[in-house]
């Protein structure tokens, strides 16, 4: 039987920024889970941006999100989830008389309306929908029977219970699940029988559970469960065991969950204080750089904390050389577009404009833009050029030097379906330098995409 695992570790709203957000559904994607859940959306706006740069590189999993428990609700999440390839719009609703009076100001009998109207109406813009009926173990069973085949009949695809007040021992949870004959189940931690209740709800048939890297069901612990006990009752799952420590404790120090965090996040924009210096050990530089956004193989790694230690040797490293060291040092490449020239206008009373002239595998070519400032038409010159357009994550510029022929060096972080490129460049010239690390960047990206 295979047990897939939904983790609900996005599932907590305002707790991370929206750049600790992809780097954790980075991490479940290469896991393997078989569904990453998001919180219900409330700022449209932003929560619908997340779930579509989410889409560009979660490819294997099922992305999950929960609807404001309206048709306009269901609207968002379905436009959001357009161009995931596997999308799920979650539905979740108290099945308790208190969370059904205190959450929706319903009655049973209004309750299972809602239910219907709310399910089949999200199956009209999503083939697959969940149903989570939250608080089940404190409902009257009737009703919640009821519940769950109203939810079938409208077209739930999935439908989970929730053990939200966890007083339920292993083999009554186990019992409960079977008779109600539900595809999954999430279990609060309260009293630590959540994972042993998850067991037993495999057990009694159902074949999803929700995790979570830290509080209710520990995605480590049931992963672990599976690993060593499968064999003997028929279980396994999609999870790439020999990735899980790396990977938890990659989300873990995300998290802030590490004792041994060298980095201060600064809630909201992800700026890191590096205190890194020659003493510190070659985890704790390569779990920092992780956390700047960075997926390196292991022979870039390498390289990257040679040089960091004959940086550091001479003083402290701050996050800025740090994305400096790795724009430089990891993923050389030979070149598929190379300057030739660029001429920048740009003042106070015109419009910055950019004609940048590249190599191309021998041949000429030729962009031209205007742009907000110099640079920017810079970058939109290049974007004619190579015929793309890349997502400018970052944008660095910093002095090498003293004085005023003082050199300048320009770090580029492009992002393409979620990975991070970044790019060097050196000139006396800030506006060279820039395009310089941009076309780096650039050159980066083909390679590993050829």
Known sequence: ??????????????????????????????????????????????????????????????????????????????????????????????????????????????????????????????????????????????????????????????????????????????????????????????????????????????????????????????????????????????????????????????MGNTKSAKVAVKTGDFEEELSLDQNDDKQTVLDTIMRLGYDLSDDDAMKVYEEFLRVAANRKVTSKELDAIVATVALQVEPTFKLVNFVVNSGNIITASAQITMDVKGEQKQGISTGDGPIDAAFHAIEQIIGCHYELDDFQIQSVTEGKGAIGQAVVKLRVNGKLYSGNGISTDIIAAAIKAYINAVNKIVYEEA
Not at 152 to 158: E, K, L, S, W, Y
């Open 1 to 254: 039987m295979n047990i897939k695992i939904a983790d609900r570790t996005l599932s907590i709203k305002d707790r991370f920024s929206f750049k600790e957000k992809i780097e954790i559904a980075r991490q479940l994607e290469k896991l393997g889970v078989s569904a990453i859940e998001i919180h219900e959306m409330e700022n449209v706006k932003t929560d619908a941006l997340l779930v579509k740069t989410m889409a560009y590189f979660v490819k294997n999993g099922v992305i999950s999100v929960a609807a404001v428990p309206t048709k306009q609700g269901i609207d968002d999440v379905a436009a959001a989830l357009a161009t995931a390839n596997k999308g799920r719009i979650r539905i979740e609703l108290p099945v308790s008389v208190v969370g059904m009076e205190y959450s929706c100001h319903k009655k049973p009998d209004k309750m299972l309306i809602m239910i219907n109207d709310l399910v089949s109406y999200a199956k009209t813009k999503k083939d697959d929908v969940e149903f989570v009926a939250i608080d089940a173990t404190r409902a009257e069973f009737d009703f919640l029977k009821e519940a769950i085949a109203t939810a079938r009949n409208a077209g739930a695809t999935v439908v989970t219970v929730c053990d939200t007040a966890a007083e339920m021992m292993p083999d009554e949870f186990g019992a409960f699940v079977k008779e109600l004959a539900v595809d999954g189940v999430a279990c609060e931690n309260k009293n630590g029988l959540a994972v042993a209740n998850a067991v037993m709800a495999v057990k009694s048939g159902a074949n999803t559970v929700k995790t979570a890297v830290s509080n209710e069901i520990s995605l480590e612990t049931f992963a672990g469960v599976i690993k060593n006990c499968g064999n003997s009752f028929g279980f396994e799952s999609g999870i790439k065991y020999t990735e899980l420590n790396r990977i938890i404790n990659q989300i873990n120090w995300i």
